[in-house]
């Protein structure tokens, strides 16, 4: 998370090779330990994360690399603790673009920024995943 955060901040792209770096160790994790239905809990997770950030992909809110890291972090994470992720990390990436907006209105540029939304996702994974975060979702 913290590579892909790092060339989204950088470059505003994340590379292929790390997403699906990411999405085999996640799968594979998930599988070590506890098997099948290890996998197929990450499997949903990756599916579920995809499936929800494809309309604001098409909507042109979200680029490609910002859904597949999502995906990435329901293959390790599974369903519920992505939904989690995701509804704290829009919130986070709403901060993080009222922060640019307020320093574009005082230093205007001819274009408008591009938020690297792999940095408040990271920042709400490790949150989540740490127990830091709030527990918005009741776990079954």
Do not use: H
């Not at 989204?8 to 990411?22: E, K």
């Not at 922060?99 to 591009?114: D, G, K, N, V």
């Amino acid at each position: 998370m913290a590579a892909a955060a790092a060339f989204d901040w950088r470059v505003q792209r994340i590379p292929n090779t790390l997403i699906l770096v990411g999405l085999v160790l996640g799968l594979g994790a998930q599988l070590v330990a506890a098997g099948a239905p290890g996998l197929a809990r990450g499997g949903i997770g990756a599916g579920a994360a995809i499936g929800l950030l494809l309309a604001p992909f098409a909507l042109r809110s979200l680029g490609g690399g910002d859904v597949k890291l999502a995906g990435v972090v329901g293959a390790w994470t599974g369903l519920w603790v992505v939904l989690e992720v995701l509804l704290l990390g829009a919130l986070l990436t709403g901060a993080m673009s009222a922060l640019y907006w307020l320093f574009q209105y005082y230093r205007p540029t001819e274009t408008a920024p591009r938020i690297p939304v792999a940095v408040p996702l990271c920042v709400a994974t490790i949150l989540v995943t740490g127990g830091l975060g709030p527990a918005f979702l009741p776990v079954p």
